[in-house]
């Protein structure tokens, strides 16, 4: 199939290494402690037997996630390209990966992750006013549009609004923490089994790595790590060591303060434990940090997914009506159409009455497959350019890439058998581009 894509040369990259060990790290643990842990670990609750099992599993999920940034480091220190794993996939495998992997970009990982951030949204909001008996997807519908028109019209969010945003983070889990460990008690002691018969541990990791995911963006910064042979294994160490302390306190303050059955049973654990500390004001008070966290999160997300369907747009030619820029400096086109298929998530999830976990069950099995191909890829590229300069190498090659690549298809596995509806819709809508990358290439045989 030939495109009208343009792969840079690595040689040609001006990326410069100007990052410490530290500037690196502190960038990775920010993007990676997001809006989840406030609402997965109730889900990774139901799914294990008891608190002990919950707790081995976010170690685990560090553990993983430590072992796919080792191979995703020496993947961009290698391929350092603007395309992060599109340009991978592509140079591994060739146009037609590369293509599903974009269309499934667009159709379901990171609209998924808009409708997902925005249930979040919606979950805590719905604390503080209820909208009714769809209340969470009315927020998290509201959202999506209001972010959708905000960024059709240009609006700029200066680094001040983004910083509030954060430190609204940061307060809702430094105040998590502190009220489940000193404050919350549970009426009885904590319950540490959970009375539910179907619990799948397989399930609750798919939970915990989505709450490790960002890393595989993050590791695209080695490329402006300062003497990243040296440093990355630092870097990586330090930093997902820091984020599996941060998500080990969190989970610790939810058992300690709900007990496992009690984080099980509820949608928003975070408002719950501040209900047992502080009350109604308690409760409002955090679920309004966190849902402020939650939009902020997904307006991040909306502008990112829309510029990568306006790059769909300039690569393939079926697509080139997302790759045209407004007179307001946006992706008018991919905006709305990203935004349009976002809120028909959002509907989905509202019929399956648990809209977060809908959505995780949508994107999980999409983006394991995605992730076991960007494992073999590295193996690829290895057997394929064996004299291609590798500032960064995975230690232990081939043990580590092949332990990630095992795990990336237990968890694709684990996402498909457990995942039921939201899982067959989202490798329907995959499979459903292949006739679309047949379209594309008829189009490029006949101008």
Not at 208 to 223: D, F, K, Q
């Amino acid at each position: 199939m030939t495109s009208k894509t343009t792969i840079t040369s690595p040689r040609d990259s001006q990326i410069k290494p100007t990052l410490s060990t530290i500037d690196a790290g502190a960038l990775i643990v920010g993007m990676v402690v997001g809006v989840g842990i406030f609402e997965t670990p109730a889900l990774v609750a139901a799914n294990t037997a008891n608190s002990q099992i919950a707790i081995m599993a976010w170690i685990l999920g560090g553990i993983v996630s430590l072992l796919g940034a080792l191979c995703y480091a020496e993947l961009a220190t290698t391929y350092p390209h603007a395309g992060g794993t599109y340009y991978y996939l592509q140079r591994a495998f060739g146009p037609r990966l590369a293509f599903l992997f974009a269309w499934s970009r667009m159709t379901v990982i990171q609209t998924g992750s808009i409708a997902l951030l925005t249930f979040v949204f919606g979950d805590y909001a719905s604390q503080v006013w209820r909208l009714g008996e769809y209340s969470s997807a009315i927020y998290a519908s509201m959202a999506i549009a209001l972010l959708t028109v905000v960024n059709i019209l240009g609006i700029y969010q200066g680094k001040l609004t983004q910083n509030l945003l954060t430190l609204a983070k940061i307060l809702g889990i430094l105040l998590v923490i502190g009220v489940g460990l000193f404050i919350a008690t549970t009426p009885a002691a904590p319950v540490t089994s959970n009375p539910n018969q179907t619990t799948t541990f397989g399930l609750a990791m798919v939970f915990v790595l989505l709450t490790y995911g960002g890393w595989n963006e993050a590791a695209y910064l080695s490329a402006e790590v300062r003497n990243a042979q040296k440093n990355m294994v630092s870097v990586l160490l330090g930093s997902i060591l820091a984020i599996t302390l941060i998500y080990l306190l969190m989970n610790w303050a939810y058992l300690h303060g709900l007990g496992l059955a009690g984080m099980a049973n509820t949608q928003a654990p975070a408002a719950e434990l501040m209900r047992r500390g502080f009350g109604e004001t308690g409760a409002k008070f955090v679920s309004f940090l966190i849902a402020v966290s939650a939009f902020g999160a997904a307006n991040a997300t909306v502008f990112t997914g829309a510029r990568s369907n306006y790059a769909l747009g300039q690569d393939f030619q079926i697509f080139a009506w997302l790759g045209r820029w407004s007179r307001n400096q946006t992706p008018t086109n991919a905006l709305i159409v990203q935004g349009i298929i976002a809120i028909l998530l959002v509907g989905f999830g509202a019929f399956t009455r648990n809209g977060f976990k809908a959505m995780v069950d949508y994107t999980a099995p999409v983006f394991w497959l995605f992730f076991l191909l960007s494992g073999i890829a590295l193996f690829v590229l290895r057997d394929r350019e064996p004299r291609q300069v590798r500032p960064f190498r995975v230690p232990l090659y081939p043990i580590i890439p092949l332990l990630f690549c095992a795990t990336c298809a237990y968890l694709l596995y684990s996402s498909v058998n457990y995942t039921g509806m939201g899982g067959s819709l989202g490798l329907g809508i995959l499979i459903a581009g292949i006739p679309i990358l047949f379209l594309e290439q008829q189009g490029n045989l006949n101008p």
